[in-house]
């Protein structure tokens, strides 16, 4: 039998849960939106760095896309959207990491790859949440690993951790 105390507190956090989700504000996957907001855009990001796989923007835009279908309600729009995502590659650059000396010679144990994107976000309901923020991230891989032999698997996790990054400050506010 289950004492008075134990139903009361069941029945309260069944409530509290019921409310929570189905008032569109707050999900236990964390995204926080406006229950006015249906509807976000999300524009091609140009590679202006110049450097990286020939499809390099259409891996990231796809992320985008794919990550907020994915993890919110919103719909994805291509343009006039209640949220605005547009953005830029500014970064696609592998460098020499974790120098040490032999000799004479200075050689790389690592190269370290930086992908970068800007990012301009604006929430046509609430403007104090627009924001215009370069995001960063790195990942570390052998000397042997250049520019032109990076694995696409690797491109596609530093975006997803990019788009990752991006989703946190636009929609689950963290």
């Given at each position: 039998?289950?004492?008075?105390?134990?139903?009361?507190?069941?029945?309260?956090?069944?409530?509290?849960?019921v409310?929570?989700?189905?008032?569109?504000?707050?999900?236990?996957?964390?995204v926080?939106?406006?229950?006015s907001i249906?509807?976000?855009?999300?524009?091609?990001?140009?590679?202006?760095?110049?450097?990286?796989?020939?499809?390099?923007?259409?891996?990231?835009?796809?992320?985008?896309?794919?990550?907020?279908?994915?993890?919110?309600?919103l719909?994805?729009?291509?343009?006039?959207?209640?949220?605005?995502?547009?953005?830029q590659?500014?970064?696609?650059?592998?460098?020499?990491?974790?120098?040490?000396?032999?000799?004479?010679i200075?050689?790389?144990?690592?190269?370290?790859?930086?992908?970068?994107?800007?990012?301009?976000?604006?929430n046509?309901?609430?403007?104090?949440?627009?924001?215009?923020?370069?995001?960063?991230?790195?990942?570390?891989?052998?000397?042997?690993?250049?520019?032109?032999?990076?694995?696409p698997?690797?491109?596609?996790?530093?975006?997803?951790?990019?788009?990752?990054?991006?989703?946190?400050k636009?929609v689950?506010?963290?």
């Amino acid at each position: 039998m289950i004492s008075r105390t134990k139903s009361l507190t069941l029945c309260l956090t069944a409530l509290v849960f019921v409310c929570c989700t189905a008032c569109g504000i707050y999900s236990f996957s964390g995204v926080n939106v406006d229950p006015s907001i249906r509807t976000i855009s999300i524009q091609t990001f140009e590679n202006s760095a110049g450097e990286g796989p020939s499809n390099l923007t259409q891996i990231v835009t796809n992320n985008f896309k794919n990550y907020y279908q994915r993890n919110t309600n919103l719909t994805v729009l291509q343009r006039d959207g209640d949220l605005q995502l547009e953005g830029q590659i500014v970064t696609f650059t592998l460098t020499p990491n974790a120098v040490v000396r032999e000799g004479n010679i200075d050689q790389a144990t690592l190269n370290r790859l930086t992908l970068g994107i800007q990012i301009r976000y604006t929430n046509t309901v609430d403007p104090e949440q627009d924001f215009d923020q370069q995001f960063t991230i790195t990942e570390e891989f052998p000397p042997t690993v250049d520019i032109t032999s990076i694995p696409p698997a690797a491109i596609e996790r530093m975006t997803e951790r990019l788009v990752a990054d991006v989703f946190n400050k636009t929609v689950a506010n963290w």
